[in-house]
């Protein structure tokens, strides 16, 4: 059987661009394998995925050396519509995935496109609902779908036609925790019984490293690491640190081996090792803060922002918020988490005076600068130096980037244009990001998170609703978690993503809730070391 | 509008026959010109909107439609020389000559103006109840390159409203005077093609064009909402082609205004009305 994805000495360079966004990649994906791809911002993950769908070069034209097959298709002969036979393929943005008005017609599309009779459309959209979970959305509108809901659909007709390999990137980017698991799941599912191989490129590898086969890093569009999950964190430990996953960081840092691909192989090793010493050590620790944070009392002064008893109830639709009752100091970090549709964004709106509550108030002391999930909808104009004055720009370190097209900038840079834009005029009392760290790699992540460490440091609260509990940890002092329209848990960040389950970093998982990031836990794991 | 599947007998009806039956409904009205006959069908409209559950998008487009209704049947006094019983006299007008506003001509555009919410009325219907997607399907049959710029435009519309609502939303989180809307158009239009090159490029991984021929829906059996709609679409149009070549409605609008109600009308009025609203009477099997 010939291989589900070859690739033969693939370079390839978009139009116009200087340098190639794929280098001599050769590639072998064998049919039923489960490959993911790892790699910073622009190493050539997603350029990989759209080569291997036939939209590079037929669609974005560029130059193009070597051979591709997908799915026994060679691109070269093969047109993207024909290659969609054989692969099944989803994009990061959800918005431009779903061509038809209903779910039901979403997913027979694909399969009307292949020519295929009513009875098997029906059966197959009927299968593909299921696998997906998403019968009960069937004969939704898709104008009215979430963007987590939405991922879902697309993914359902990306993967409705049981292709031989399914190329898909950031799939979970946009959902929490909870239906990123599930997800998952279902790519596991899908790989083990339909034998479909999954290419899967994701910033967030703890999620899925698990499930892998193998793990191919990319980095300036050239292959650097192919190896099995295990090879790979070794690997990354010694020449991409910022690929390890936390598990793996903790271990590199608390120097135990083997690198744990798993929550389950790490509690494993450390039980072997301690002879569950550390299990009893850790009980009598309890939750702490993340390091480097002062835990701030409840001062009794006037709020930056207050909500109290607020409602938000849609005119003939969903209650969206349920009596919240939240008071945010100056100069706190807060982490609003909880599943998608939970009311994290709708908070966020209502801080920032886009949407009214039906009940209850909002007591700002100041501004309320908000930054949507998508910073290019602050940039208007056709250079980076008509956006803002150009000491603002200064400022933000951005003046170097002033001729550019803000079209043009990296996702990082976009965003840090998009905060100074918000930030820009009034000071404001508050600053909220919704979503902030969506599709953005570790380096990225750091750099934000001290961004906004230096904001709070000068006095403005900081309110970032996530599902990256990862970041939630090195960020945020308090944590509320909102569940149907409320809070269902507000407390120091160590104590909320100590002990949950899906609201929780991979490192608290492994320690049993002991600490929250992979440094604090290490410094841990040494300690328990010396003690015994 | 966008549309939304609902429990109702027109939206369990394939879309091919619906959108038949809506557009029957609309030309019958066109080949009427009694406000008896017109106000029946008006009627009918708004009790099929209600029967499909969608009556308060018809009437919000009915609604919309009230003031060109109101600039028709202003403007058709005014343009027309026609009629004997002048109401007001304007004097020599530059542009429009000699003007004389006639009741007939006044009557006649209050007869225009109901014909158009009649239509307008048809339409939003047609909108609100006939599965889009379904008609692409049916059309992709008859003209791929058509469907194909259809699907990428009305995949389109929904995206740049989206988009153009989320720059407003960005502009008002800023300090000081958000940036004016015509900004916010432009930004839209100048991302349009990007985003269309977004959609296109999923038709294009989707396999949309990889069979040069759609596959026919046969095989699908014709329910009984599929066969009320035809034989409803069919009887409309049976009787408004008999009542037309048979002058029923008697009406004249020139020289003098004419529109003599008599049992013959007021029946045709019903049966027109009866015929459209039948098949939202069978309520079974309408769900999915």
Redesign the interface.
């Known amino acids: 059987m010939s291989a589900a994805l070859l690739l033969d000495r693939v370079s390839y360079r978009y139009p116009g661009a200087a340098t190639p966004a794929l280098r001599d990649v050769d590639l072998r994906v064998a049919p039923g394998e489960f490959v993911v791809l790892a790699g910073g911002s622009g190493s050539g993950k997603s350029t990989l995925l759209r080569a291997a769908s036939g939209l590079v070069p037929h669609f974005h034209g560029g130059e193009f050396t070597g051979r591709l097959e997908s799915g026994g298709l060679d691109t070269r002969t093969h047109e993207p519509a024909q290659i969609a036979a054989v692969a099944g393929t989803l994009f990061q943005d959800p918005e431009t995935q779903v061509v038809m008005g209903t779910v039901r017609a979403e997913l027979a599309f694909p399969l009307e496109n292949r020519g295929l009779g009513a009875a098997a459309v029906a059966r197959g959209v009927e299968e593909a609902a299921l696998a997906l979970g998403i019968a009960p959305l069937l004969d939704r509108s898709t104008h009215a779908l979430s963007g987590g809901e939405l991922q879902r659909v697309a993914l359902g007709a990306a993967l409705a036609g049981r292709p031989r390999v399914a190329l898909l990137d950031e799939p979970t980017s946009q959902l929490d925790p909870v239906a990123g698991d599930e997800l998952l799941g279902v790519l596991r599912r899908l790989n083990e019984e339909w034998g479909t191989a999954v290419i899967l490129a994701e910033h967030r590898l703890e999620r899925c490293l698990s499930a892998a086969d193998r793990v191919v890093a990319l980095h300036d569009g050239a292959i650097v690491c192919d190896a099995d999950p295990c090879g790979f964190l070794d690997w990354a430990s010694v020449h991409a640190p910022e690929l390890q996953t936390p598990g793996a960081r903790l271990f590199s840092l608390a120097g135990r081996r083997p690198l744990p691909v798993s929550v389950k192989d790490a509690r494993r090793t450390l039980a072997a090792d301690d002879a569950g010493r550390l299990d009893l050590a850790m009980r009598g620790q309890g939750a702490r803060e993340p390091s480097g944070r002062r835990r701030r009392r409840r001062a009794r002064v006037e709020p930056a922002l207050a909500f109290s008893s607020l409602w938000l109830e849609q005119k003939g639709g969903a209650t969206v918020l349920r009596g919240v009752d939240l008071a945010v100091a100056a100069g706190e970090r807060i982490a609003l988490m909880g599943r998608n549709g939970a009311g994290k964004s709708t908070l966020l709106r209502v801080a920032a005076g886009l949407v009214d509550p039906t009940r209850g108030k909002v007591q700002r002391r100041g501004r309320v600068a908000l930054l949507l999930q998508n910073p290019g909808d602050y940039t208007l104009r056709d250079r980076v130096g008509e956006e803002l004055p150009a000491g603002a720009l200064a400022a933000a370190g951005l003046e170097q980037l002033a001729d550019r097209h803000p079209r043009d900038l990296s996702g990082g840079e976009r965003q840090r244009l998009a905060l100074a834009i918000v930030l820009h005029g009034e000071r404001p009392a508050v600053v909220c990001l919704d979503e902030p760290t969506r599709g953005m790699d570790r380096r990225h992540k750091d750099a934000l998170t001290a961004l906004l460490n230096g904001l709070a440091d000068d006095g403005t609260a900081v309110i970032v609703a996530t599902h990256d509990a990862e970041f939630a940890a090195a960020f945020a002092a308090r944590t509320v978690l909102l569940g149907d329209g409320r809070p269902v848990a507000d407390a120091p960040t160590a104590d909320v993503l100590a002990g949950g389950w899906y609201f929780a970093t991979q490192t608290a998982r492994i320690l049993g809730g002991a600490a929250l990031l992979p440094e604090d836990g290490a410094a841990l794991l040494r300690r328990e070391v010396v003690v015994a | 509008m966008?549309?939304?599947?609902r429990a109702s007998p027109l939206h369990a009806a394939r879309a091919a026959v619906a959108s038949a039956w809506c557009v029957v409904l609309a030309g019958v009205s066109l080949s009427f010109e009694h406000p008896l006959v017109l106000l029946a069908l008006l009627a009918a409209v708004i009790a099929a909107a209600a029967g499909a559950r969608v009556a308060d998008r018809v009437l919000l487009a009915l609604a919309f439609t009230l003031p060109f209704a109101v600039v028709i049947s202003l403007i058709n006094p005014i343009v027309m020389r026609e009629g004997l019983t002048v109401i007001a006299r304007f004097g020599t007008v530059p542009v429009l000559g000699e003007l004389d506003v006639t009741a007939e001509a006044t009557a006649y555009g209050g007869v225009l103006a109901l014909r158009a919410l009649v239509v307008i009325g048809c339409f939003a219907l047609h909108s609100a109840a006939v599965?889009?997607?379904?008609l692409l399907?049916a059309f992709r049959r008859v003209s791929f390159r058509s469907a194909l710029t259809a699907?990428l435009a009305?995949?389109m519309v929904?995206?740049l409203a989206?988009?153009a609502r989320?720059?407003h939303?960005?502009?008002?989180?800023?300090?000081?005077a958000p940036?004016p809307r015509r900004?916010?158009v432009?930004?839209v239009a100048a991302g349009a093609l990007?985003?269309a090159v977004?959609?296109?490029?999923?038709?294009?991984?989707?396999?949309?064009?990889?069979?040069r021929?759609?596959?026919r829906?046969?095989?699908?059996p014709w329910s009984r909402h599929d066969l009320a709609f035809a034989a409803s679409a069919v009887g409309l149009s049976l009787i408004g082609a008999a009542a037309y070549a048979g002058d029923w409605e008697a009406f004249e609008a020139y020289p003098t205004f004419s529109a003599p109600v008599d049992a013959r009308l007021l029946g045709l009025s019903a049966v027109l009305a009866l015929c459209a609203l039948l098949p939202f009477a069978d309520r079974r099997g309408v769900g999915?």
């Open positions: 966008i549309y939304e599947r599965d889009p997607d379904d399907r699907a009305t995949r929904p995206v989206r988009d989320r720059l939303d960005a502009q008002r989180c800023l300090a000081g940036a900004a916010v432009r930004a990007d985003r977004d959609v296109a490029a999923t038709l294009e991984v989707r396999g949309y064009g990889a069979a021929r759609a596959p829906g046969g095989g699908r999915r």
